[in-house]
């Protein structure tokens, strides 16, 4: 299920990433590597917009997977592991968006959907084999998920 939804998130329609700058694609690129350790971990971020900020942050075990992916402008996306055999996905459209997601523990997966404008979501997972996923259509929403 996991590897099906990766999938799906990873290779959806090129539409939605065409047009990208590849001066933008570089940096993106580098920003993810500055905080990713080998061993088995990926990361993925993939912008359009402008006034866009993405981090990933991984370290831990083996098989950590994360991808960030945002379509509009002014949003901001942050995902943290730090375990093993944990999946991530974050996906924006719109602007002025912020999402969180922070993993502590083995084979958790945490994904966040959000459509509209200046939403706020953030997962917090500090345990093993935790699922949560959050999605918010609409403008000006909040939420905080926090699973011990």
């Known amino acids: ?41 990926n990361a993925y971020i993939n912008q359009q917009g402008s006034a866009m900020t993405a981090e990933i942050t991984q370290a831990g075990g083996a098989g950590l997977t994360a991808a960030i992916n945002q379509l509009g402008s002014g949003n901001m996306a942050n995902i943290q592991q730090y375990g093993s055999n944990d999946l991530a996905l974050i996906s924006q459209v719109g602007w002025g968006n912020e999402a969180d997601i922070q993993q502590t523990g083995s084979g958790d997966f945490a994904s966040i959907v959000q459509n509209g404008y200046y939403n706020r979501a953030t997962v917090i997972q500090q345990g093993n084999n935790l699922s949560t996923k959050v999605v918010q259509n609409g403008t000006g929403m909040s939420i905080k998920v926090t699973r011990p």
Not at 22 to 32: P, Y
């Open 1 to 41: 299920m996991r590897l099906l939804i990766f999938f799906i998130f990873i290779f959806m329609p090129t539409t939605l990433f065409a047009q990208a700058d590849l001066a933008s694609s570089e940096l993106n690129f580098a920003a993810s590597e500055l905080n990713h350790q080998p061993s088995g971990m």
